[in-house]
Each structure stands twice: as structure tokens, then as C-alpha cells.
């Protein structure tokens, strides 16, 4: 099993920054792909970035495209999300999710953390 853990949700105003962290314990690989999902009230769960583990290009959705930036971190077996520029509609429950390399799904998720952004 794999346990993920997020940390550094809030409340910004519009224009502010956050950097969300996520910690993996238990089970994982170097052959994993992190991401982080986004799940707005009334709306599907989306994928917002992600990132393999072991390297290579990262992936983020058009609409933080230029403002997000996915990361895995200096301490082992953790993956960070940068936010800037954040606007009102970013507000959401965000999520950290792994799957392994070459499978369609995400197999582990995070408990989720909130990010609003208002003013």
C-alpha cells in the first residue's frame, strides 16, 4: 500500500501564491507518475499536473498552463504543486495521486486539501 499525505492548502486573495506538498510513504516506486487533482463543489474531479517520478516532462492542464508548477521535492518521496497567480476559479479541494507507469488509473490518492481564493 501507499499512503499519501497533502499539506499547505488555505485561503489567498486573487493574484497570491501557494505551494502544496505531498508526502508518499509505504509502498512506492520509481516508476510512479504524481499528480495532482482538483475538485471544484459541484464539478468532477480533474487532473490539474503530473510528473514521473523517476523524471521527464511534466503535464498540466491548459488552464494552469504557465501559473502551476509540479515538482518533485528535494526530500524523498515527496511532490510539491507551486501556485501563482491564482484566481477565484482555482478554488477547489486539491488532491495528490499516484499511479505506476503504463496504467490507465490512479491507485492511491491523498485525503485532499482545500484552496480557496477569494478576496
Known amino acids: 500500500q501507499v499512503q499519501l499525505v497533502e499539506s499547505g492548502g488555505g485561503l489567498v486573495q486573487p493574484g497570491g501564491s501557494l505551494r502544496l506538498s505531498c508526502a508518499a510513504s509505504g509502498r512506492t516506486s520509481s516508476n510512479f507518475v504524481m499528480a495532482w487533482f482538483r475538485q471544484a463543489p459541484g464539478k468532477e474531479r480533474t487532473l490539474v499536473a503530473s510528473?514521473?517520478?523517476?523524471?521527464?516532462?511534466?503535464y498540466y492542464s491548459d488552464s494552469v498552463k504557465g501559473r502551476f508548477t509540479i515538482s518533485r521535492g528535494n526530500a524523498q518521496n515527496t511532490v510539491s504543486l507551486q501556485m501563482n497567480s491564482l484566481k477565484s476559479e482555482d478554488t477547489a479541494v486539491y488532491y495528490c495521486?499516484?499511479?505506476?507507469?503504463?496504467?490507465?488509473?490512479?491507485?492511491?490518492w491523498g485525503q485532499g486539501t482545500q484552496v480557496t481564493v477569494s478576496s
Open positions: 510528473i514521473r517520478w523517476n523524471g521527464g516532462i511534466a
Open positions: 495521486a499516484a499511479r505506476t507507469v503504463g496504467r490507465e488509473n490512479y491507485d492511491y
